[in-house]
DNA sequence: TGTACATCAGTGAACGCGCGTTCACTGATGTAC
DNA sequence: TGTACATCAGTGAACGCGCGTTCACTGATGTAC
């Protein structure tokens, strides 16, 4: 009883800490997250202005959250469905798909990847380079284990760009499901990761 | 007597629209343009708040003045220079010392152009992809004139897309001048842009 | 078991401040005749 | 040439408003004994 009311304590400060960052989404997808304001994303989570203090020290900690947590973990999906697949053209639609698949569920959070890797925020940047490399190095490992010319680091970053431009590219299409893009992103992560291929 | 005293009334004026431009840049490289206020902006160009109607409506007008003006002849330096190269190696290596002499000359404007392609501001994106959709089409049209397989058009927008990552990652580098990244941005561009080559 | 105390998430009042915008005004320059 | 009027970039005062932050408080939950 004693830790069950433990438990339900901190799940509900962990409710409203979950509901400040989707907050945060929410509103900066439509204004830039660098716009946003500590009252506004509180008022949109529902909470007192004050409030908004027991969870964060300021805004840069919540978007520094939201980077190691929703956007790390959704970084981390698309490089585990990278290595679900069987051989390599599988496994770049399994991870095309895995990108498509953020921008159907959750393109707020979508936005706020492609926006903030280049955005005015160094620490931003920074803590997204490091999730993003992760996904370079797998991609490199990945492509190099069954092919006779291994590829090159700059080529899995390379590829990892052309990824994340895929992303913002969905988020512009008016018509989500439209399969031309995806075919599209397959042809240039392909083209940069195995230029030795030829039909 | 009559029209030189004209063109100096108009001269100041926009001495002082430029300006604001240039403050614009200034700040948003530190904080990010949709940080910026009205009067943070006209502060820094040296003009009573006011003053600034006198220029722009609005902050995102003077956004779209940046794009269309400093960002737009950027971009059409680059496409440039990739004509003037003699045959396909030369060109590319042009393609990206215009665009490293931009983050060298004037980081702001990179940070910009980078930031606002994958911003929240739908005009700035809208407006940007515009301006970076003619120059994949001279790099498709460079490209395939010279040799047997024609580049498709989703290469040459991969290539852009490349190149503003090269853009992206020179600007977070310590030391500028470091010839490291102008040869891998080179390599992956290459092997986008012809793939049928080897050695 | 009950009692007394500690912890801590959420709150409302209050603060000083900078914001965007309006308005009427100044003064230099351009135009008409 | 001079004179009278029009234009228009820049300005300072003023407005109401939302901001970030502080503070002391409430009340539910956890802990000690």
């Known amino acids: 009883m004693v830790f069950r009311a433990s438990l339900e304590k901190k799940e509900e400060k962990e409710r409203?800490?979950?509901?400040?960052?989707?907050?945060?989404?929410?509103?900066?997808?439509?204004?830039?997250?660098?716009?946003?304001?500590?009252?506004?994303?509180?008022r949109e989570a529902g909470i007192a202005p004050t409030s908004f203090y027991r969870h964060f020290a300021d805004m840069e900690e919540l978007g520094m959250a939201i980077i190691r947590e929703l956007a790390g973990s959704s970084l981390r999906g698309w490089g585990e469905r990278l290595g679900d697949a069987a051989d390599g053209g599988e496994r770049l639609a399994a991870l095309v798909d895995a990108m498509l698949a953020t921008v159907a569920r959750d393109a707020e959070l979508a936005r706020f990847i492609v926006a903030e890797r280049v955005g005015a925020f160094d620490t931003f940047r920074a803590l997204l380079r490091?999730?993003?490399?992760?996904?370079?190095?797998?991609?490199?490992?990945?492509?190099?284990?069954?092919?006779?010319?291994?590829?090159?680091?700059?080529?899995?970053?390379?590829?990892?760009?052309?990824?994340?431009?895929?992303?913002?590219?969905?988020?512009?299409?008016?018509?989500?499901?439209?399969?031309?893009?995806?075919?599209?992103?397959?042809?240039?992560?392909?083209?940069?990761l195995s230029p030795g291929e030829r039909p």
């Open 16 to 42: 409203i800490r979950a509901e400040l960052m989707r907050a945060a989404l929410r509103l900066g997808a439509a204004h830039g997250f660098a716009s946003l304001g500590l009252r506004e994303v509180a």
């Open 130 to 192: 490091a999730e993003l490399s992760q996904l370079a190095s797998q991609l490199q490992s990945v492509f190099t284990g069954k092919g006779a010319e291994p590829v090159p680091p700059w080529a899995a970053d390379a590829a990892v760009a052309l990824l994340c431009d895929g992303c913002a590219r969905a988020l512009d299409e008016a018509k989500p499901g439209l399969p031309g893009l995806r075919l599209l992103v397959i042809s240039a992560l392909r083209r940069m």
